[in-house]
């Protein structure tokens, strides 16, 4: 049945129509004054109704001080609008539960998203256009009234991309489905319904680009503030969300709205507590749990993200892994007793490890099935998951941990997850890479810029014969003593001149490869590229004596056309109407012709549209992808797809590399947490990591301290000298702090200007004092008194705040000043 016969049918329209009741709501909804008198008089009609909004209204849903009893009375504290927005609520709810009551389908997860976007896109409405909030409230409730209806009526029209239990929260690929199956998405089918419902008042076009965010610009602001709502429940309660993408969600959710992160976090609060009022009114109680993400703080989730990084830039195989979780435990939750099971990135078998308090790091066994795991915790324990993939299991002891810490270590390891899964997918790369290049029959090698060997595979071996063992590094002696011939003058222009990327020749020798010696036509291809700081050359030689001439002529015009477009920085790459890569920049030819760009490519997670073939009927489309290459382990590329007309079935993609962007956003989150002058953590990191330091000893019964200082003579040294010598002596200082400091127990940080703190654990007053002393005659010895400090020292008392540690500190570095300076001072 296709859609049109739906629309038509009027027993089917009937299945979600709504109620009189709720018609006589949205009627005076459209108005632009709603009447109290008609409202109150619709309420009554529904006793149940009339209940269960005067709970909603005494609920911390509000949080009024005094009891309300009566609706007069409710009007006058909340106001008309207000009270008719939860009337069409409620409504909508039981209207919506009554008619989806289907054995395999469970209301909750939609309901949810609904509850959490109508209450979110209201308060985003207050902040950016505060007279249409209420307008936006209803629109957002309504969004998803076609995929209710359709879930109801006609389960088999949904697309495929849907899930058939949770119908409203968007997959990728469903708006082209929808388009294609319907001819609308499902946000103008919702609008189309309305109309048919004789809700046709009800202006709400931004139904129909509630899931547009990429163009959120384009947008007024209603629509906007629809679409951020929609994203925002998305991503704060949907099953399949990853942590780092609501992270960066909550960051743009900062910008759009122009708050800073304790606004944002008080946003999330109120939006939280209306929310939860309003499932438990409606009797909608929140299982989920710890699962959803606005359980959490805004810190929180940036205090897991940050630690869950460290698995992107590990080091050593899944071993690096397994040590790098166990520093975290360690010290964001003292849990040394614990084992842990991973997935190798290559198969469905997993590695354990064990570690008891006192011992070190064991690996248990390897090559494990789920199902022969040899755990010894039974209890305690948190899935490792990313994308509903099980990557690992983590099991531990500690009696310790309390509920607060419980849920952090349940967020920790959903960052971990997706952190994990883009380790593995990395390192599976690399891996496949050492073995394709000793596999291809292609001779690769690694050269510096003076055309000296770096490294080669198994196939440049053979094709150099015993030149490879001839003790020479210089690849140009190297190809004589092995092939006898040369590479000419052209090899030795390339070295020599900066201004030229690209070198290739076909030259036609005698090889003695083998034993006896052969015919052979060799095709060698080098290019230049910078790697960090050195520039390095790769090199690609190819035996063709078996291509016709017609063949070699297309090398020879392939070597042309790379020269027009040698000089552009981007890769030029043309597909035929499948996705097969026809042509290539010459630095990538070797790697990338024959093969399929939908092979070697995959859109980010941002992208919406469908990945594959259809993507080349439009004339252009812009999509950020991870492209594989045999030298990365993929990297990330801005496509701009254009469709060439007059060249049959072809398309043109330039292909713009984003790894230094990449590197930026790495740079730019190191600020965040380190002192850009002495590489000391910051100030925002010295009050958390005080915090933390300060619940970590209170959990352990193991002592804190905290040494403050300021500089003596810091200022005429400025002063006399310049800022660049001040900045030094910072420097110095900080170096000083890094070498006689433990590392990963004391915590340097530079406060600001030239005040310094230090947090350190597991010290008593005594050897406290002698930390701060070593370093005071440190920084004496090092300016020759010059520049001495003056600091104040304390320890974590009963009942301590971090504010109070730091404070009494701060007076007692004031002490130490009015004593002269260079001397350390016990708080009082």
Not at 233 to 244: C, K, N, Q, T, V
Not at 687 to 694: F, K, P, S, V
């Amino acid at each position: 049945m296709s859609l049109d016969d739906i629309l038509e049918s009027p027993r089917l329209m009937m299945k979600l129509s709504f109620p009189p009741v709720m018609l006589q709501l949205m009627q005076e909804a459209c108005k632009p004054e709603p009447d109290f008198a008609v409202l109150g008089k619709i309420i009554s009609m529904d006793p149940a109704l009339s209940t269960t909004i005067l709970n909603l209204v005494n609920s911390p849903f509000y949080g009024l001080s005094q009891e309300i009893t009566d609706f007069k009375r409710a009007t006058v504290v909340l106001g008309t609008r207000e009270l008719l927005n939860l009337a069409v609520t409620v409504t909508y709810q039981k209207h919506i539960c009554t008619h989806m009551q289907l054995d395999d389908y469970k209301i909750y997860n939609d309901w949810m998203l609904t509850v959490w976007g109508a209450i979110s896109a209201q308060l985003i409405a207050s902040r950016i256009c505060p007279d249409q909030a209420d307008k936006v409230y209803l629109c957002c409730l309504l969004k998803d009234i076609s995929l209710f209806f359709l879930r109801c009526a006609a389960p088999g029209e949904l697309p495929e991309e849907i899930s058939k239990d949770s119908v409203t929260q968007s997959k990728p690929g469903q708006q082209d489905s929808e388009n294609e199956i319907w001819g609308m998405n499902h946000g103008a089918l919702s609008q189309l319904l309305l109309n048919r419902w004789k809700m046709d008042n009800l202006d709400c076009s931004a139904i129909q680009h509630h899931h547009a965010l990429d163009e959120i610009d384009s947008f007024d602001l209603p629509t906007q503030a629809v679409i951020l709502a929609t994203r925002w429940a998305e991503m704060e309660l949907g099953s399949r969300s990853a942590p780092f993408n609501v992270l960066q969600f909550e960051v743009q959710l900062q910008r759009s709205l122009d708050m800073d992160e304790e606004a944002i976090e008080g946003f999330r609060e109120v939006c939280r507590t209306k929310f939860q009022s309003m499932l438990k009114i409606l009797g909608m109680s929140d299982d989920g749990g710890d699962a959803h993400f606005y359980n959490h703080s805004i810190r929180s989730l940036q205090s897991s993200y940050f630690l869950s990084l460290e698995l992107l830039t590990a080091e050593g195989g899944v071993d690096s892994i397994a040590r790098t979780i166990g520093r975290h435990l360690k010290l964001s939750w003292d849990i040394v007793s614990w084992e842990l099971a991973l997935k190798s990135p290559h198969t469905n078998k997993y590695k354990f490890y064990r570690i008891e308090e006192g011992t070190g790091l064991e690996v248990v066994a390897t090559d494990c099935t789920e199902d022969n795991i040899p755990w010894q915790k039974r209890t305690g324990g948190e899935d490792i998951v990313s994308r509903n993939v099980l990557l690992g299991r983590f099991r531990f002891s500690s009696k310790s941990l309390n509920s607060g810490d419980r849920k952090n270590l349940k967020l920790y390891f959903r960052f971990i997850g997706q952190a994990y899964e883009h380790y593995c997918a990395k390192q599976h790369l690399i891996e496949d890479r050492a073995e394709t290049l000793d596999t291809l029959p292609l001779g690769v090698a690694s050269l510096d810029a003076q055309g000296d060997l770096i490294d080669m595979n198994e196939e440049m071996i053979r094709l150099l014969g015993g030149a490879s063992i001839s003790g020479t590094r210089n690849f140009s002696e190297l190809f004589k003593l092995g092939v006898g011939g040369g590479l000419g003058e052209t090899w030795n222009v390339f070295l020599d001149d900066e201004e030229k990327k690209s070198f290739s020749k076909i030259i036609c020798v005698s090889l003695r490869t083998g034993g006896m010696p052969r015919d052979a036509c060799l095709y060698v291809s080098a290019y230049k590229q910078v790697r960090g700081d050195e520039q390095v050359i790769s090199l690609v030689m190819e035996d063709i004596r078996e291509m016709s001439e017609s063949q070699i002529q297309a090398l020879k015009q392939r070597d042309f056309l790379e020269g027009l477009v040698e000089s552009m920085r981007d890769v030029v790459l043309t597909v035929d109407n499948r996705g097969n890569i026809t042509y290539a920049s010459s630095r990538f030819s070797k790697i990338f012709l024959g093969r399929n760009i939908f092979d070697i490519a995959a859109p980010s997670e941002t992208y919406t549209g469908r990945w594959g073939p259809d993507m080349f009927d439009r004339s252009k489309t812009v999509v950020e992808v991870l492209l594989k290459r045999t030298d990365t382990a993929g990297r990330p590329f801005e496509f701009v797809v254009t469709r060439l007309a007059g060249s049959g079935e072809k398309s043109l993609i330039v292909a713009r590399d984003l790894t230094a962007i990449r590197r930026l956003e790495d740079k730019l989150r190191r600020q965040a947490v380190f002192d850009g002058l002495t590489d000391l953590f910051n100030h925002t990191q010295f009050n958390t990591l005080l915090a933390r330091e300060i619940n970590r000893s209170r959990r352990t019964g193991r002592p804190v301290g905290l040494l403050f200082f300021d500089l003596d003579g810091f200022k005429a040294v400025n002063d006399t000298e310049g800022h660049q010598v001040g900045d030094e002596v910072l420097k110095s200082v900080g170096e000083i702090l890094r070498n006689e400091l433990r590392s990963g127990m004391d915590f340097p940080c530079r406060y600001g200007g030239d005040e310094f703190g230090v947090i350190v654990t597991e010290v008593r007053s005594e050897a406290l004092e002698s930390i701060g002393n070593r370093i005071r005659l440190r920084v004496e010895k090092k300016f020759s008194g010059k520049v001495t400090i003056s600091g104040g020292l304390t320890v974590l008392k009963e009942g301590d705040t971090s504010a109070a540690m730091l404070n009494r500190a701060d007076k007692a570095t004031y002490e130490a000043k009015d004593l002269g300076g260079n001397v350390l001072v016990w708080a009082k």
